[in-house]
């Protein structure tokens, strides 16, 4: 079903959504302004002048408008989204198909009003649309709203979206204080996942691996991460964050290092170093501090979970404080509800500390490791940790015990 990719490209792409921001035009006060580095590896430009671009925007085709936004998606590239996001502000057209592309891309600009009211528009036209329903539930998922999201997923009764319908459910229900029996769903759809496409397959292995983190399955994660691929950058980042939980900083650091381009995965890779008293650690650092200067430059808004981030590493808690809470009111997802409690723990703000808590009892967010550490008002170095080295141990013994009883067999039958 060729149709239900636009809505899987648009869930995956609120993992990167927040360093894909198209800004507002600046002009650089003189030519020997530096505002961004591209990578080594970049593509031509696409476009040599204005009227390349012009002559070109009359030719566009939605289908060519999709595939800058799954660019954007998959390499992590703002050059393809504001190309895409020009190509759409060009066009006149309001067919469904043009409106669920603009809804998409204001969400990865992070507008999201602005992208409900668009879904809103095309659901007043066709009720059923699963485009729209499966784009709209993951915009609540973001924001929180978990009740209102599932009353979306559970729209999609056509027997035909049956996987996208329990996909979208279980996502909820692992937030919402059903994470054990949404595993169990996630791994029957993981059974199937080979046989989708490639986007489905994934929307599916990242929901389990936000699962696996928050259960702390060290099984579990094992088996998501033998199948998912590690070229894109929402699964560079699902598989950093498991090994940074884990303690297992030098994988991380082997994973990223050719990655410095990505603000997200850049990030990462400082924490690792920093775990490992690595030297290169300042000059990420540092480099990261430049790209802060450059979203201050343009006036950017939307990048407040990288910058509280590096505001952490930096050890600046009180900026890190505030940004966490700012950005608490856009993003609620697993990755900004650790930033926040990381931030209050460290900043020792007992009203933060409490409103996390009262988040968690309201909605039955399961994240027992983030959890105790609320309670106990202090943040654990690596958080899971313990639970690896307890779980690999458990995992040699139950060997060690399997090998014993194979030699006796053979014992007895000599």
Known sequence: ???????????????????LIHAAPFIPKDDQQILATLPDDSPPPRYLSSADFVSDTGTNTLEETSQLLERAYLQGDPRALGQARAQLDQTTDQS????????????????FAEATAVLEQILSQDAAHADALLTLSSLLVVQGQFAEAMSHCKKLDDPDLRVYALACEAQIQSMTGELEPAKQTLS???????GLDASTARWIYLIQADAALRSQDTTLASQVFDVMDDQTVPTLMAR????????????????????????????????????????????????????????????????????????????????ALQLARDNWQQQRETADIVLYATAALKARSQKDIELIRQFITDTQFEYPALERDLRLGKISDCIHCQTARTQDASMQVKSTQQSDAQVQVKDKTL
Request: hydrophobic letters at 45%; proline letters at 1%; charged letters at 25%.
């Open 240 to 319: 950093s964050d498991w090994l940074l939980s884990i303690g297992e900083y030098e994988k991380v650091r082997d994973l990223l290092q050719e990655h410095t381009d990505k603000d997200a995965l850049l990030l990462r890779l400082i924490t690792a170093q920093m775990k490992l008293g690595d030297k290169r650690a300042s000059q990420n650092l540092a480099l990261m501090k430049e790209r802060i200067n450059v979203w201050q430059i343009r006036q950017e808004d939307a990048h407040m979970r990288e910058q509280a981030t590096y505001a952490l590493l930096a050890n600046q808690v009180d900026s």
């Open 96 to 111: 469904i198909e043009t409106l669920m592309l603009q809804a998409r891309a204001l969400q990865s600009d992070h507008k």
């Open 188 to 194: 029957g759809l993981a059974a199937i996942a080979s």
């Open 1 to 19: 079903m060729h149709w239900i990719k636009f809505p899987i490209e648009c869930l995956l792409l609120l993992f990167i959504s927040s360093q």
